[in-house]
Nanobody, 125 residues
Framework: QVQLVESGGGLVQAGGSLRLSCAASGRTFSTNAMGWFRQGPGKEREFVAV????????RYADSVKGRFTISRDNAKKTLYLQMNSLKPEDTAVYFC??????????????????WGQGTQVTVSS
């Protein structure tokens, strides 16, 4: 079992930056691939980024590539998402998720076993 708690969301102007954190507790973290997803108003949950257990592999949605960076600190059991050059269309609730597989870097939310409650990010124009 892995419990996940996101933080760091808030209101920011377009062009600004935020760093989201996802604190994990429970049996494992360092052996899980970890992902970030988001769900905007009236939209389905969509993939943002994923990182393998050791950070060796990452994958990003085209919409955030070059602006967002996913990273992790296994010693602190924390996942991060650095978001730069934010746009109003980035407004969403952001969720972190844990995959039982350590190496799979999948965009499919159905492959993830554990989810946090989400943190709201609002980007004003």
């Amino acid at each position: 079992q892995v419990q996940l708690v996101e933080s760091g969301g808030g209101l920011v102007q377009a062009g600004g930056s935020l760093r989201l954190s996802c604190a994990a507790s429970g049996r494992t973290f360092s052996t899980n691939a970890m992902g970030w997803f988001r769900q905007g108003p009236g939209k389905e949950r969509e993939f943002v980024a994923v990182i393998s257990w050791n950070g060796g592999s990452t994958r990003y949605a085209d919409s955030v590539k070059g602006r967002f960076t996913i990273s992790r600190d296994n010693a602190k059991k924390t996942l991060y998402l650095q978001m730069n050059s934010l746009k109003p269309e980035d407004t969403a609730v952001y969720f972190c998720a844990a995959d039982r597989s350590p190496l799979r870097v999948t965009m499919n939310p159905r492959e993830y076993d554990y989810w946090g409650q989400g943190t709201q990010v609002t980007v004003s124009s």
